[in-house]
């Protein structure tokens, strides 16, 4: 299977450069996986376009103010993205330009509480750094450090919150689960209460491989990073008892999709556990658990159109986002939705 299978031809102007006003304000486009069919809604309409005893799985993961810009010791400016804490002090980041940040140089950022040395050199950019601080590491990154937003988007975020979903609360991730960014909370109560419709949390920390593109020249070549995540025992039990019910699970974005999936066993049950996952999801996979999924528009080529097509179908999924550029959908982090079911 060739990625250029998964590529098609997205007009600039319909990447979305910043968030709507109000989050639930996007426009949601519904696919049926098996047939194909598609049709247009609201993100705020979302407990219309579902049943009303289905189960929501949410990203609760909470985004780092991972970019921080020093100085190193000959002048030139060296941006860090902070990208997996690997001891007390030390993080694997993201350097640019790599050539600047050799190992022994040290970095003086706009805070003097805060020094860096980098210690050891990995590729692509990959940089092992020591940290060093008076007090607490954490309130100074929210102090001096921006959110890591993708590279496509080129306009600056004023509202930093706006690069978080509003029920985030297990920090470590480099970048959004931004098919959770359209909730609100108005619209997870009316779930709730309307039309009785579950949600429960787990955690995976969005990391480098969000920032790299598929090199490879066939699917199957390609090698996906590793990401920390996590599943506790109310959520465990609330999806199994779902799946003993008969009842749908949804995913709320390909991390939810990727946790579950990597957790499930054959029988489609999941346990409370915490661990690694490099699971890689493209057309051929038989899914364990997820019936359907909530996501927004991804980049042509990516391992995350390839996910999707997995669940609805290679052709399935180009067509819709055919049908979406005509309709002038936004597209990417802060683009509209669209539900799998």
Known sequence: ?????????????????????????SRLLVLEKESGAVCHSMFARLGRELRRDDLLVLNDTKVLPARLFGIGENGGRIELLLLKQKGLYTWQCLARPAKRARPGTRLYFDLPELTATVAAAGEEGLRLVDFCYKGEFFPLLERLGRMPLPPYI?????????????????PGSAAAPTAGLHFTQRLLTELKEEYGIETVRLTLHVGLGTFRPVKAERVEEHTMHSEYYR???ATAAAINAARSAGRRVIAVGTTSVRTLESIADGQGRVRAEEGFTSAYIYPGYRFKIIDGMIT????????LI???????????VLNAYRMAIEERYRFFSFGDAMLII
């Open 1 to 25: 299977m060739l990625v250029e299978d998964f590529d098609y031809d997205l007009p600039p102007e319909l990447i979305a450069q910043e968030p709507l006003e109000t989050r639930d304000a």
């Open 154 to 170: 080129k306009k600056e975020l004023k509202d930093q919150s706006r690069y978080q979903v509003i029920y985030a609360r297990e």
């Open 231 to 233: 599943m506790d025992e």
């Open 296 to 303: 927004n528009f991804h980049l042509p080529k990516s391992t």
């Open 306 to 316: 390839m996910l999707v097509s997995a669940l609805a179908g290679r052709e399935n």
